[in-house]
């Protein structure tokens, strides 16, 4: 599920935004969050390309230019609906996984028929239930953002990938510089400090234009040691 459209609503009053903003204002509530997208995943597609979000799209391309075996493993991290699961898929991988907090939009992913399998749960919290070092690639898209998904996945991301697996983050740009936990650095950061620890070798850090409208996106791709 992608939070970070939130910012493009046309309506304020519009019950999925402001359900959203509750949800996401102070102290990640969970089950708060939860119920959001639960009532957003029957309109979410149709909003996703009212409001041009491009984000699956380019990390689609992005990761066919740096994996060129179609048939390794791939994670799809906070995957909604699927918009990046299809977007792969159009790319020619053919093995891909997503896990997604909300089984209502889980339900919706699954009748795109692109997931190998598909799992609900709390990704920082609670884990992914299958074994160390499953994935060649994770991919995460729109989901970093204050109340959703924070650096605080790295553990459990580096748990599940392999030698070599490819981390691709795409993300809304500003967001690096406005929510709490990433503004002053701390992200950059994060990864920097991952990758001169040899956790990871950093490979890429670019300004993705019109990601989602015509506001810009940021990518980040990390190759794990």
């Not at 509750?22 to 009532?39: C, F, H, I, M, V």
């Not at 909003?47 to 075996?69: E, I, R, T, W």
């Not at 992913?109 to 799992?119: C, K, P």
């Not at 040899?198 to 409208?213: A, C, H, M, S």
């Amino acid at each position: 599920m992608y939070h970070n459209t939130m910012s493009m609503a046309t309506g304020e009053d519009d019950l999925h935004w402001k359900n959203l903003y509750s949800a996401t204002s102070g102290d990640l509530d969970l089950k708060r969050l939860e119920e959001a997208y639960k009532g957003w995943s029957e309109t979410y597609d149709e909003d996703q390309v009212k409001m041009k979000f491009n984000g699956p799209h380019q990390a689609a391309q992005k990761l066919s230019s740096l994996m060129a075996d179609k048939s390794k493993k791939i994670l799809d991290v906070a995957c909604g609906t699927g918009g990046v699961g299809k977007e792969l898929h159009s790319q020619g991988y053919v093995n891909i996984d997503g896990v997604d907090l909300v089984q209502d939009m889980l339900t919706h992913a699954e009748q795109t028929g692109v997931y190998s399998r598909l799992e609900a749960c709390d990704v920082i919290g609670q884990g992914i239930s299958c074994p160390d070092g499953t994935y060649d690639a994770i991919v995460c898209v729109g989901a970093f953002n204050q109340g959703n998904i924070t650096q605080a996945v790295f553990p459990e991301l580096l748990r599940v990938a392999k030698k070599g697996c490819i981390i691709l983050i795409v993300m809304r740009e500003a967001f690096v510089y406005t929510c709490p936990d990433f503004k002053n650095g701390q992200l950059d950061t994060d990864i920097l400090m991952r990758a001169q620890n040899g956790i990871w070798k950093y490979t890429l850090r670019e300004t993705v234009p019109k990601f989602i409208g015509d506001l810009s996106g940021l990518l980040y791709a990390m190759e794990v040691q």
